[in-house]
């Protein structure tokens, strides 16, 4: 039965209701032909369960067991085959969990009906058959086993690309599938007593090695409808081999059946498949019906060449370990390490050189999932220390500029050996202490040791001649408290420059256990100082202190325009990378697939309650489909699980502190009090000791009825109608905000006209919202969300060095194809920044200054004199002429002239508000970074929305490959 994925309690309801009316029809229309010449029926235990994962084990056991017992005891009375369909990977083991409950259930003693169903491309495959022949034996009854070669290939593919797995579950060679097919049908034709064989393929070969392999043993084929019958019209019938092929045929309505079909289309037509290799008349017959245990043993038993391993998905560095959530070895050493990590920690300032005792303010660090509980203490810096720091960084600190890119590399790759080497301890701070769930948690180290190795990758490739910059102030959000903190001290320190490291308050414990975990890794204490305390004061301090060449800032718009605001005071023009929040919504149109549209929603909005910066904030639904989205989506939401982040079935911990809450809870009653519609979820009592802040619909009928970000589990809902796109993409522009932005559709011509027209740094098309990869997915944007460059991206690193590129790097005229996991297409591009003040005293400067705005893509914004006529007129470029180009809302300012009055243009641009404006000094012989004159973009397109990887099912075999295991 198609479209067999339960999002809600009444999808699983509905799909109950339709098996047990399935199954009482299958009984009438067999008319007692029994369980081996009669019909059965597969079902899908995530069709029965909206939450049919690991992590929710428990409830899983407990609310589907009888559900699966109900349509069990059914089948048994009509003598129906009940067979157990495959699931992914991560799922198999919850599968025979329950299998095993079921086959034990001394109701259905002596009913032999019960199936299940093994995919060989699993490399547990053979282990399974074993288990399954003991199940069998232990419980006296006899199992229907469907063999198959496996449906979820690609996706198995990716998940463990993306999850940072140390393999594949599936072997990566359609004929190591093929083998250990026979091997899994000769195990289970040995066992007749626990086992009856039901073999399904369209493949010859398998099919004639089967029947060679039976004998006269009981078993059955199977085909799928539509496919192979010509081939099965050679097998069945007494006239022919005499064997019965039951045909494996889906039902549903025509939207459940499209996907279906598409998928079995990308599956059945891959290049390695038998069904399109049989009607290919290039392929030799002798080559069509080789045998495959020759085949593979030519491979030496070498996976795929072209499919390298989840470590080494990236050319220039390794992909950062992961925990695979659902192995049940990897959760039990979790749980071990996790119980022996420190109960306390405690955290101060970590100078680069010994100092009298002038510590600052004691302040204890809860947990914010339950602040009666103490997690640490932290000594905020004074100061007097601040001022030492600062002293030390530019003086024993600069010994680390000298260094050579590959020695600082070489210690940010040891560093990054260190994070995943005591993971767990990191990932027991993030836990208690900013209330990442465990998954999050993992995405910290994960990272964080992704940014070291990024950033030590390219120091060595392209920085050996650079100059670093100086003392760089790092000051990191609560909401990455691990992986943006190492993010921008890998930066600041593989450009070879000093750092003065701010955590948040709220999370020095983990920025504490980093940089002494940098330092173990070879950083010299004078080139990296932990000075932990508030803002106002230690980050205020440093910002201030003129010996600081720039400030690496995340945190909201507000503060940074302050830090920009400081800056600008300075003549000597410190650099000032600031990424800030967003408004962030996505646009789904009537051909979105919903229940995709409903998945990557729920993680968009309300994974990490909600507090990422990229978090989804503004749903935009197409009419058409508003109501039955909604449903959906208020359905999901109910089953989600609030409540302590250590525990594994948590989807949404705690905000961070009660100013968070109470400006959510303002939030929420504002938009009451206005007549909106709100849907929230009821806190669980255990919640009651933390900060937590229940996950929350609002409709809004504007964007512009959100006055500024809301950081937090709140979404709100707007509805457009069709042909109201260019509107609604303008008012989304209007926000100022220009952060992340997704796309839900199955139109091409939708995602290009979205894409050229939305203001975002990062877009993604038909997937969710969140988790950027570095290096993949370079983070930032522009407008109020940021200055550039882009963090995890090829340009960051220039930024923090003194040489400035003169050249316009790639991604200007095309869109650079960036390295990724399969199924999904990632690229970045520079966009011109828009309008750029050209200020210059005389006509060659000015020159220069047009030149480079038309280079970049720009409108030249020109005082009105001849000279800029002059230019106007010559120069191949877009030029405005106006009274003033500083009142003309400039994007960027180009200067030539005096110190005295560049500095008077920056602090005036400084205390205008809006988005942080850069001024260059460009003229004839300083020709400026063209970087600085536009935006970066990165589009993810996840290309197998439509049904399937094709480039990925479609990779030829290289049999001969001897590549290492």
């Not at 009482?24 to 009669?38: E, F, L, P, Q, R």
């Not at 073999?199 to 398998?206: I, K, L, M």
């Not at 990024?454 to 909401?479: H, K």
């Not at 109201?724 to 100022?736: F, H, P, R």
């Amino acid at each position: 039965m198609l479209g067999e994925a339960a999002v809600t309690a009444e999808d699983a309801e509905r799909y109950l209701v339709a098996y047990r009316d399935a199954i009482n029809a299958i009984g009438d229309a067999s008319a007692g032909k029994g369980i081996y010449d009669g019909p059965g029926i597969s079902i899908k235990l995530s069709a029965l369960h909206p939450r049919y994962t690991r992590s929710q084990r428990d409830r899983v056991l407990a609310e589907l067991m009888p559900r699966l017992g109900e349509l069990a005891y059914l089948a048994r009375a009509r003598d129906v085959g009940l067979n157990i369909d495959a699931e992914e990977a991560d799922r198999l083991d919850l599968s025979l969990d329950l299998f095993e409950k079921l086959a034990g259930d001394p109701g259905l003693t002596g009913w032999n009906g019960l199936g299940f169903v093994v995919q060989s491309y699993q490399k547990r495959a053979r282990a399974v058959i074993d288990w399954l022949v003991d199940l069998g034996r232990r419980n006296e009854r006899r199992l229907m086993v469907r063999l198959v070669k496996g449906a979820y290939w690609d996706s198995e593919i990716k998940r463990a690309q993306v999850e940072g797995l140390a393999d594949y579950p599936v072997f990566t060679r359609k004929v190591h599938t093929d083998v250990a097919y026979l091997a899994c049908a000769r195990a289970m034709l040995a066992a007749p007593d626990a086992i009856y064989p039901q073999f399904a393929s369209h493949n010859a070969f398998t099919i004639a090695a089967i029947h060679t392999l039976a004998g006269s043993t009981d078993y059955e084929f199977q085909c799928l409808h539509g496919m192979g019958e010509s081939m099965y019209d050679q097998i069945v019938g007494p006239d022919r081999l005499n064997r019965a092929c039951r045909v494996y045929a889906p039902v549903g309505s025509h939207e459940t059946l499209l996907a279906y079909l598409v998928r079995r289309l990308l599956e059945n037509g891959a290049n390695t498949s038998f069904v399109n290799r049989i009607v290919d008349p290039a392929v030799d017959i002798a080559e069509l019906v080789a045998d495959p245990i020759a085949r593979a043993w030519a491979t030496r038993g070498a996976p795929h060449p072209r499919i390298p391993r989840p470590a080494a998905l990236y050319a220039d560095h390794r992909n950062s370990r992961g925990i695979d959530f659902s192995d049940e070895s990897a959760l039990a050493d979790l749980e071990r390490e996790l119980d022996a990590a420190p109960k306390q920690t405690d955290a101060a300032p970590m100078l680069g050189r010994p100092a009298p005792d002038d510590s600052g303010e004691h302040t204890t660090i809860t947990n914010p999932a339950d602040r009666r509980e103490q997690v640490g203490s932290v000594v905020e810096s004074s100061l007097a220390q601040v001022a030492r720091a600062v002293e030390v960084a530019s003086s024993d600190g600069m010994a680390w500029a000298r260094t050579t890119a590959a020695e600082r590399a070489s210690c940010l790759e040891t560093a990054a050996d260190l994070l995943e080497q005591e993971r767990s301890a990191l990932l027991a701070l993030a836990v208690r202490e900013a209330g990442k769930t465990l998954p999050n948690a993992q995405g910290e180290v994960r990272e964080a040791a992704d940014f070291c190795r990024y950033y030590a990758a390219q120091a060595r490739r392209e920085l050996a001649d650079a100059t670093p910059r100086g003392p760089l102030v790092c000051i990191a959000p609560w909401n990455f408290p691990l992986a943006i903190f190492v993010g921008q001290v890998a930066a600041a320190l593989a450009a070879g420059n000093p750092v003065l490291a701010k955590p948040a308050e709220q999370t020095p414990l983990i920025a504490a256990a980093a940089v002494a975990l940098l330092h173990r890794a070879g950083v010299p204490r004078a080139a990296l100082q932990l000075l932990p305390g508030r803002g106002e004061t230690v980050g205020a301090a440093l910002v201030a202190d003129p010996r600081i060449a720039g400030v690496l800032f995340t945190g909201s718009t507000a503060v940074a325009r302050a830090i920009n605001g400081t800056l600008a005071q300075r003549a000597d023009d410190p650099v000032l990378i600031a990424e800030t929040g967003g408004q962030n919504a996505m646009i789904v149109d009537s051909s979105a697939l919903l229940e995709q549209v409903v998945a990557d929603t729920l993680s968009s909005a309300f994974d990490s309650a909600g507090q990422r910066c990229s978090a989804l904030r503004v749903l935009c639904l197409q009419h058409d489909i508003a109501e039955r989205v909604l449903a959906m989506l208020t359905g999901a939401m109910a089953e989600l699980t609030i409540g302590d982040p250590r525990r594994l079935d948590t989807d949404v911990g705690p905000v961070i502190d009660a100013a968070a809450h109470a400006s959510l809870e303002q939030h929420v009653e504002r938009m009451r009090a206005a007549g909106a519609l709100v849907f929230q979820l009821p806190l669980p009592g255990a919640c009651a000791h933390g900060t937590f802040f229940p996950p929350t619909l609002i409709e809004i009928d504007r964007i512009e009825a959100l006055s500024g970000e809301v950081f937090g589990p709140v979404l709100h809902v707007l509805r457009y109608r069709e042909g109201e796109l260019g509107s609604l993409i303008a008012s989304i522009n209007a926000t100022g905000y220009g952060l992340t932005h997704g796309i839900q559709t199955r139109i091409d011509e939708t995602v290009d006209a979205v894409c050229a027209q939305i203001r975002a740094g990062n877009i993604y098309v038909n997937r969710n919202m969140i988790g950027a990869v570095v290096g993949v997915q370079p983070f930032g944007g522009d407008g109020l969300s940021g200055t550039g460059p882009k963090a995890g991206g090829p340009h960051y690193l220039r930024r923090l060095v003194r040489e400035n590129a003169t050249a316009l790097p790639r991604g200007f005229a095309a869109p650079v194809e960036l390295p990724g996991p399969t199924g999904e297409s990632n690229t970045l591009s520079l966009w011109p920044r828009g309008r750029i003040a050209c200020i210059a005293d005389d006509e060659k400067a000015l020159h220069a200054q047009v030149s480079l705005a038309a280079a970049t893509g720009n409108l030249a914004l020109l005082t009105r004199s001849e000279a800029a006529k002059r230019i106007a007129m010559q120069a191949d470029a877009r030029c405005e002429i106006v009274t003033d180009p500083l009142a003309a809302d400039p994007d960027a300012v180009l200067f030539a002239g005096s110190d005295a009055r560049a500095l008077e243009i920056r602090q005036a641009l400084a205390a205008r508000g809006g988005w942080i404006v850069p001024l260059l000094r460009v003229d004839a012989t300083h020709p400026g970074d063209p970087l600085r004159l536009v935006r970066e973009r990165t589009v993810t397109i996840n290309t197998t929305a439509s049904g399937g990887n094709a480039s990925l099912l479609s990779l030829a075999e290289d049999v001969g490959s001897k590549a290492p295991r």
